[in-house]
Structures are given as structure tokens and as C-alpha cells.
């Protein structure tokens, strides 16, 4: 007898990464927040001690729509233009 | 179409193969056959290679062949397969927003509710025991859209299930709303399908709660006990903008058809009272801050619109018991009713 897979691996897709910061000494952060009770204040703590440890600031907080959905497609320009690193965290 | 050949023939060896694989939700799987999941495909009228959906944050991709073999090995007929395509499909929708209901600590059950011509066609309870066992499609439909969230779209416990507790209604949740002992339309009819066409609504959902009132034989005293349960202080989401299914079973039903209230009425009602004080919930630790005077006069309500309020009909006819399924705050999911294609057998 056969045993069918019924199972289905993610398909592949190519990502273009961008180098990772070399030094994180003066760096712009965004942050994306995604809407869980304790995420903006996890974030920003993250933030205040990056800050303290490395001089890097906040140039701008993402609010998601919510947990579940994804970051919005025309939302990754502005990250990429604003910052040089982005946190994303879920908190709660 | 990716199978290993086993040597054996005896039917429990092959069972324990997909136990032993790790195809199964826990329960013995019928295996599949080239035949079955052929006459499964058409008789939703579908070719193996048709795309049913996509998760794109899990970078998942449908196939109406995979959601075929998950289909035979739930037990589904033939015949029931253009219910769970269309309950797949409704998971894929952008605004049911599969990846948070499907992978909380809450831990959701998809209910799917069948409303339309299929469910009596497919003989699909709506009636004693809807949610329970007894029915071959109720058993079976909920299963195979399970089976295909596990195997396809890797919705397995511990990885991208993150279910604290899970509930049964994980295993498989689909019942018909009982149309012909309704006091108003059906479901799918508010959301802009004729009365005649088949659909599936899919739903999100905690635990069910079901609400018990012997003496109420007008809507306000029945209806409280429904607002108390939507919005206690345990209730999943207290950020007020809940999206909830209630079930009206018989004794209830026949409540609220004697009184004249509609359904909006209903629902009107429902969003006024579930509802509470500030000053509770702050106690509770579900709300953040100290209690202010203020507090203990001010209420917060769980629901925006009267929409937010599914009603649905269902059940046996005996018993003064109705059900609230609590949904997960309509921001980040939505149910979703999708039709059922194909010719009604």
C-alpha cells in the first residue's frame, strides 16, 4: 500500500537582507509594535538601554494593525529609510 | 504527489505508518487511496495542482491535492470535500487573519458553521448534540480542516500551535445552523448570501460556555445571562472590540421568537449589557492602573456594533441552555463566510 505525505513544506522565496550594522554606536532604531499590552513599553526599555549602552536613538515607532497581521507591504520602505536597525518584540 | 510504498497490506499496520510519520491529530486516520483522493478532487471539481490558498507570513501554499488527502484521512466523503475547501479558503482570507488565532496561547478552536442546502444534503447535524459526536460530516469536515492546518499550513502543537490548553473543539468543531426552527433569517444571509446558496462562516473561538436559564420567559433576563457570559472578568479580550458567536438553542429560541425582538434587537441588547465596571477590572489585574472613584460608576463595554454579535441557531429543542463561543477581538481576526461551490449532491 501507498502512505501518501499529506504534509507540505514553505515554499521557498528569495530575501534580499541587508547588511547588518557594523557598529551599533549612534544608530537609528524603529521600532514595530504590535498592539500586545507590554510590547510598546518592552520596546522602549530595549530602546533606553540600547541608547545608554551604544548613543543609539528612536527615529520612529510602527504600530501594527494587530498580532496577527503582518507588517504592511508599503510600511518597509519608510523602516528601511528611517532607521538603521529595526525591533520588533511581542511582549505581554 | 509524494508517497512511500509499504509492504504491508494489513490495514492497522498502514494506520500505524501515518501514526508513526506524524500525519495524525491523535486519532486513527483513514489511509488514502489513488482513488479516493481522486474522487475526492472531483467532486469538488478540482485538479491536484489548483491552489486553494495562502498563509503568506508562514509562506504557505494550499493545494487542493494536500487538502484532498487530509480530507480521506479525516474520513470525509467525497462529497463533503467543497465544504472543507471552502472552510480552507476562509482561513486564508486576509481579514480572518489565520497566523494569531492559529497559533495563540489561547489556543482556538475553528468553528465552522454551515448554513444552505449542503448541510441538509450532507446531513450535517444542527440539531441534539450539534457540537458533539454522532455525525459522520460534523466529525469529519472540522477534522479535515484540522488535518490540513497540521500537515500544510504547520499549525502543529508546540511549534506554531502555541495552545496553552487547546480544547476538543481543536480536534474538529463544524455544525449546520438549524434554518427551519429560526425567528429570523439565517446566518449567511446577513452577510449578503440568498437563502439558497451554501456557505461556510469561519470562526475563531475560545472555549464554549454555555448559559443555562430555566425561568426567563422574556429576552431581558435571558439575554443577561448571555451579556454575563460574554463579559466576565476571565473573558480572553476586555479591550472592547470583541467579535462573539452566541448559539440560541430550542427553549431559548422559542423565547426570543414569542417576544417579537429581532435579531438586532438582540444583539443591541447584548452589546448594552456585556459590559464591566472599570473599577472590577482593575481589581482583577485585567485592567492596568489603580481604581479612581470614578472607576466604580464607569462602565466599559466588550463590543463596538451589534454586528459584532453573531446569532446563530442550533441544537436540541429540549433544555434551557444556550452558548457563547468568545472570539479573540475583532482587530485581529474576523470570521469569515465563504460559499460552498460545486453542484449540491
Known sequence: MKIFDPTASPKSRELELPPAPARLEGARLMLVENTKFNSETL????????????????SGVHRKRSPSHEIEEGVVPALQRQGDLVISGIGD | MSAERSETTDPAAVIEAYFAAGYTDGLPVVPPTDKSIADTLAAAGLRGDQVLGEIPSRNTVITAEKAAVNAVMAGCRPEYFPVVVAAIRGLCRPEFAYHGPASST?????????????????????????????????????????????????????????????????????FAENEADHPWAPLHTTRGFASDRSTVTVYASNSLYQVYNQLAATPEPLLLCVASALANLGSPNLKGFNESLVVLAGEHTAVLRDSGWSRRDVQQFLVEHARLRLAD??????????????DETTWRRLFEAPEDILIVCAGGRAGSWSACLPGWGKKWTRSVTIPVEGAIP
Open chain 1, 43 to 58: 520596546l522602549r526599555k530595549l530602546a533606553e538601554r540600547l541608547g545608554r549602552k551604544h548613543g543609539t536613538t528612536v
Open chain 2, 106 to 174: 489561547g489556543g482556538s478552536a475553528m468553528v465552522l458553521i454551515v448554513n444552505g442546502p449542503v448541510a441538509a444534503a450532507l446531513g450535517i447535524n444542527s440539531g441534539n448534540n450539534a457540537f458533539g459526536q454522532g455525525h459522520r460530516p460534523n466529525a469529519t469536515i472540522g477534522r479535515a480542516v484540522r488535518l490540513t492546518m497540521m500537515n500544510v499550513m504547520n499549525t502543529r502543537p508546540g511549534v506554531l500551535d502555541r495552545a496553552v490548553f487547546g480544547n476538543p473543539g481543536k480536534y474538529s468543531f463544524c
Open chain 2, 281 to 294: 477590572a482593575k481589581r482583577a489585574a485585567r485592567l492596568p492602573g489603580d481604581v479612581t472613584p470614578a
